[in-house]
């Protein structure tokens, strides 16, 4: 198999389909040897039926971990071919069961004989393996419930992409870029306000010049990112944690977290000791990622923003004005 020899373990999902298909297709020439009347694919909702006497769609999904679409198109199939029957719950009129039919039974009754030498056989080729294929699936199934496959391979892109992110300071140069990733970002969810454009107009004046601090995260060598500290007059919150936007084509990076946990270093290098942000509780996204990095929800303070709906609040360990 050179495919897989030169794809490696990207190839894993194609590999177990075509392992599975071949064990399909040699299965049904057991059945036929030994006079089952039963298709391979069958196997895991009749095998249930006639271990767990009658059930409903839904207790048999969740015995064999099947689909209630994949089981449903099962058990027609099996009643096509007499297999099984239908009635309703005893207990419950409005709740359909199925059952093996007397032809099932019979075919159950077969089948039970050829378990005994399936068991042996599957039995033979895991001794004679290096390493036991039915420990080592039930261990990948544990670590799939664990994680899904398709976000681990996000994060993997994730950790990949780190490497083309590059966080640096402010300069008159990513003036038009702080601008215009804020304005994008806030009409797309919002109306632009007065407050927005006295800082993004001058975010020199306004931001840098007072002490404040603006970050802003390269990818690739362009500006993806942006993020400021502004300067409270306020006693309890040293810096506002404002103007973070990002641009939708660089989305998915770990982008927002990495400049949000980079602001928060820079406050605490410079001594603050708590910091404060706004949002609006529409943006989920943004409020799961303030509570990632560490802020806590409070009420009571007058914002110059009419979209402004929640306020949030990080501490460090140390008090302000140590």
Same mark, same amino acid.
């Given at each position: 198999?050179?495919?897989?020899?030169?794809?490696?373990?990207?190839?894993?999902?194609?590999?177990?389909?075509?392992?599975?298909?071949?064990?399909?297709?040699?299965?049904?020439?057991?059945?036929?040897?030994?006079?089952?009347?039963?298709?391979?694919?069958?196997?895991?909702?009749?095998?249930? &039926? %006639?271990? !767990? @006497?009658?059930?409903?769609?839904?207790? $048999?999904?969740?015995?064999?971990?099947?689909? /209630?679409? +994949? =089981?449903?198109?099962?058990?027609?199939?099996?009643?096509?071919?007499?297999?099984?029957?239908?009635?309703?719950?005893?207990?419950?009129?409005?709740?359909?069961?199925?059952? &093996? %039919?007397? !032809? @099932?039974?019979?075919?159950?009754?077969? $089948?039970?004989?050829?378990?005994?030498?399936? /068991?042996? +056989? =599957?039995?033979?080729?895991?001794?004679?393996?290096?390493?036991?294929?039915?420990?080592?699936?039930?261990?990948?199934?544990?670590?799939?419930?664990?994680?899904?496959?398709? &976000?681990?391979?996000?994060?993997?892109?994730?950790?990949?992409?780190?490497?083309?992110?590059?966080?640096?300071?402010?300069?008159?140069?990513?003036?038009?870029?702080?601008?215009?990733?804020?304005?994008?970002?806030?009409?797309?969810?919002?109306?632009?306000?007065?407050?927005?454009?006295?800082?993004?107009?001058?975010?020199?004046?306004?931001?840098?010049?007072?002490?404040?601090?603006?970050?802003?995260?390269?990818?690739?060598?362009?500006?993806?990112?942006?993020?400021?500290?502004?300067?409270?007059?306020?006693?309890?919150?040293?810096?506002?944690?404002?103007?973070?936007?990002?641009?939708?084509?660089?989305?998915?990076?770990?982008?927002?977290?990495?400049?949000?946990?980079?602001?928060?270093?820079?406050?605490?290098?410079?001594?603050?000791?708590?910091?404060?942000?706004?949002?609006?509780?529409?943006?989920?996204?943004?409020?799961?990622?303030?509570?990632?990095?560490?802020?806590?929800?409070?009420?009571?303070?007058?914002?110059?923003?009419?979209?402004?709906?929640?306020?949030?609040?990080?501490?460090?360990?140390?008090?302000?004005?140590?």
């Amino acid at each position: 198999m050179q495919f897989f020899d030169q794809a490696g373990p990207a190839s894993l999902g194609s590999r177990l389909r075509i392992l599975s298909e071949q064990l399909m297709d040699q299965a049904q020439s057991v059945y036929d040897a030994y006079g089952v009347e039963l298709r391979s694919v069958w196997f895991p909702v009749f095998y249930a &039926l %006639s271990q !767990k @006497g009658r059930q409903s769609v839904t207790e $048999l999904a969740a015995y064999v971990g099947q689909s /209630h679409p +994949g =089981v449903s198109r099962t058990l027609r199939e099996l009643k096509a071919d007499g297999l099984i029957e239908e009635g309703k719950d005893p207990a419950d009129k409005r709740r359909n069961l199925v059952s &093996l %039919s007397e !032809k @099932g039974k019979r075919q159950a009754a077969k $089948l039970e004989e050829q378990l005994v030498d399936v /068991h042996s +056989g =599957v039995d033979q080729m895991l001794n004679q393996s290096t390493h036991n294929l039915w420990l080592a699936l039930q261990e990948f199934e544990f670590l799939l419930q664990q994680k899904p496959f398709d &976000l681990r391979v996000l994060e993997a892109r994730k950790e990949r992409e780190k490497d083309d992110i590059e966080l640096v300071d402010y300069t008159p140069a990513f003036r038009s870029a702080f601008r215009d990733l804020n304005v994008a970002w806030i009409s797309k969810y919002f109306t632009m306000e007065s407050s927005d454009y006295h800082i993004l107009d001058h975010p020199d004046t306004h931001i840098i010049q007072p002490g404040g601090h603006i970050i802003v995260a390269l990818y690739k060598g362009e500006p993806v990112g942006v993020c400021a500290l502004v300067v409270m007059d306020d006693d309890t919150y040293d810096f506002e944690l404002a103007k973070m936007a990002v641009s939708p084509a660089a989305r998915g990076k770990g982008i927002g977290y990495l400049l949000g946990k980079a602001a928060l270093e820079r406050a605490q290098e410079v001594g603050a000791g708590a910091v404060y942000l706004e949002s609006n509780t529409v943006l989920a996204p943004a409020i799961k990622l303030y509570q990632k990095l560490g802020f806590q929800k409070i009420a009571g303070r007058p914002s110059p923003y009419e979209r402004c709906n929640i306020q949030m609040g990080y501490h460090f360990d140390l008090p302000k004005g140590r």
